[in-house]
């Protein structure tokens, strides 16, 4: 009686394992824990690179505060930057050098995206309007982002760019800007995220018009310059002012960035340990499995020799 | 050529005070922001007076100058604070002063050193290094103009601190 009832329980507990094996789709309990142990090793390397980039974070943030009034002369000669969300882009001028900033590294979350939907939009709305532009991109990812549809007209990429940038930098910048023809268009566009909080960032651009117009447009009028050549003092202030402003799209960007790592660092630790946590389970449940099947082996195999 | 456009300067200055005569009292201080890429050393400061190293010469901006954008050469900018005293002297290598018509001045320099920082020592050795490289410099090259700019640069801080460098 035990030995036909054994078997019996042997081969219902067999199928119901096996059936319980088809429909996790997972093999045996040393493959759940390897899968175990590699999500918590990508844990433990998410939430480190989250509280690196918390600490940069700070740095940046303090760079960002003395980047802000280091540059705000230029808002009375530029404008302030505006928003790129909803904006129509129509007070561009026929031909524009759009020069979006992006980063080099990846696992940032969506500020590259951000910047390259915006250029998208940016370009097919001034194609609209009947307008030129070309795009000189900073940053790996916005290069890498924006060549399949638009790489005929980027003029030239910046990459690994080495972060924290300086003013030096800016100033290499502005001098492959000026390489690749800033002169030749009617504005500069930098588009870049703003860093409003450790949560929040906006994409804003800025415009930068070189200085010109004759008699009644004549720039600065009220000003005296010093020295008396206007054209050339106006010239070297456009480059300056071109250098200060990118320093400063730089500074927002660069905290931006570090916010946004923070956050999709954040977001993959605590995905990671409900994966473990689920996986826990399974393990679990696939151990139990084993050991009911070690049981029943034993009992039929020691019932048998009863008989 | 300085001495008319000295007179231009102040002419302005003379007639608006001069008519302004019932009108609220003529500020006498002015508004300063000096700023550099990575420090903030005045932002929206009320001082009573700076002097400018403009390229064509110095310059003093008191509160109502007119309108100024002056290129900076590398020399001393001193500021002077309402509660008279010692003006504060600073170094810049050059940069760009703007100064608006309601007595706001911006300064931008990307880099400035307080005089009584700098080391006399260290500025002649870099002096005798910058001379040395523009000599080895292929005449005309970007290296020659480099070393030729440090050198005015290294010239102008030396005076700064009163050491004749040429």
């Not at chain 1, 696992?107 to 370009?123: A, E, H």
């Not at chain 2, 001069?18 to 006498?28: D, G, I, P, T």
């Amino acid at each position: 009686m035990a030995l036909r009832v054994a078997p019996a329980a042997k081969r219902i507990a067999a199928r119901g394992l096996s059936n319980f094996m088809q429909s996790r789709g997972m093999a045996t309990e040393k493959q759940i824990f390897n899968q175990i142990q590699s999500t918590k090793n990508i844990q433990k390397i998410t939430s480190s690179m989250k509280m690196v980039s918390a600490a940069k974070l700070k740095g940046d943030e303090q760079r960002l505060a003395t980047a802000i009034p280091f540059n705000s002369w230029t808002t009375a000669l530029c404008g302030e930057p505006t928003l790129v969300e909803d904006a129509t882009f129509e007070e561009l001028p026929q031909k524009t050098l759009i020069v979006p900033v992006t980063t080099d590294k990846g696992l940032c979350g969506g500020v590259n995206s951000f910047i390259t939907r915006g250029v998208k939009d940016c370009v097919s709305k001034l194609n609209a309007q009947g307008k030129e532009c070309d795009i000189v991109v900073i940053g790996d990812k916005g290069r890498g982002q924006l060549r399949r549809f638009h790489g005929d007209i980027i003029k030239r990429s910046c990459t690994e760019v080495i972060s924290p940038g300086t003013f030096s930098l800016a100033a290499a910048l502005t001098t492959e800007l000026m390489a690749a023809g800033a002169k030749d268009y009617d504005a500069i566009m930098v588009i870049y995220n703003s860093y409003v909080n450790a949560a929040v960032y906006k994409q804003r651009y800025k415009l930068i018009k070189p200085f010109s117009g004759e008699g009644e447009d004549e720039p600065m009028m009220m000003h005296e310059f010093e020295p008396d050549t206007k054209s050339e003092v106006l010239g070297d202030l456009y480059e300056y002012m071109l250098t200060s402003q990118v320093y400063h799209s730089f500074m927002d960007g660069a905290a931006a960035e570090q916010s946004s790592r923070m956050a999709a660092m954040e977001n993959a630790s605590k995905n990671a340990g409900e994966m473990i946590d689920k996986l826990t389970l399974q393990y679990n449940r696939a151990r139990q499995a084993r050991i009911t099947t070690e049981l029943i082996e034993i009992i039929s195999g020691a019932s048998a020799l009863e008989d | 050529m300085m001495q008319s456009t000295l007179l231009r300067r102040i002419a302005p200055t003379l007639t608006r005070r001069a008519l302004s005569s019932n009108a609220a009292e003529a500020s006498s201080v002015m508004t300063l922001n000096f700023n550099l890429p990575h420090e903030t050393i005045y932002n929206g400061a009320t001082v009573s007076q700076v002097i400018v190293p403009g390229a064509a010469g110095e310059y003093g901006v008191t509160a109502d100058h007119v309108p100024v954008v002056a290129q900076l050469k590398a020399g001393v900018l001193q500021i002077m604070h309402e509660s008279a005293g010692e003006p504060e002297k600073y170094f810049v290598p050059g940069g760009f002063s703007i100064t608006h018509d309601n007595s706001v001045t911006d300064i931008s320099c990307p880099e400035a050193v307080k005089v009584d920082d700098i080391d006399p020592a260290a500025v002649s050795s870099n002096f005798e290094a910058a001379r040395n490289a523009y000599t080895a410099a292929e005449a005309g090259s970007a290296a020659q103009a480099e070393a030729m700019v440090d050198m005015e640069v290294y010239r102008s801080m030396g005076s700064a601190v009163g050491i004749n460098l040429s």
